[in-house]
């Protein structure tokens, strides 16, 4: 898999090829592909006018998963509310937080966004704990 999540066919043969193996995605240019077109920059900003490529694979491939923490993660979701929102709705059973390493105002970003109470039990804590006992 050649650079740091540059090679998205790569990753997505990776999941083919291995569904065994968990896969989690995480870092700058993991998250810049939460909309479809990134552009050239490390961390894009603005509203999503359509969904990236993360998008379908968490949707496709049981052994995706995403760490929402981090710079990347939290500037991912922060630059588009609604999108967000849906976004955590709709793939909550494949994402983690790992608080090893947050941004500030990460929770309180995520709280305020005012999801179900499993969305957040399940992100939080429940989701790692699966993978941990697998």
């Known amino acids: 898999f050649p650079g740091y999540l540059m090679d998205f066919l790569s990753l997505e043969a990776a999941l083919q090829h291995y569904p065994g193996i968990r896969f ?3 870092g700058p240019f ?12 490390r961390y894009p ?3 999503i006018r359509r969904a990236g490529i993360i998008d379908r ?3 496709e491939y049981d052994n995706l998963y995403a760490d929402i923490s981090g710079r990347s993660g939290y500037g991912a979701l922060t630059r588009d509310r609604v999108f967000a929102h849906r976004f955590l709705s709709e793939h909550f059973d ?14 309180d ?3 305020a ?3 179900a109470p499993e969305v957040y039990r399940r992100i939080y804590h429940d989701n790692a ?6």
């Open 45 to 47: 900003s603005g509203k």
């Open 109 to 111: 970003f995520l709280d």
């Open 57 to 59: 694979l968490l949707r």
């Open 24 to 26: 989690i995605g995480h």
């Open 30 to 41: 993991f998250w810049r592909n939460m909309a479809a077109d990134p552009g050239p920059v």
């Open 94 to 107: 494949k994402l983690l937080y790992g608080s090893d390493n947050y941004f500030a105002g990460q929770r």
């Open 113 to 115: 966004l005012k999801l």
């Open 129 to 134: 704990a699966a993978l941990v006992k697998r």
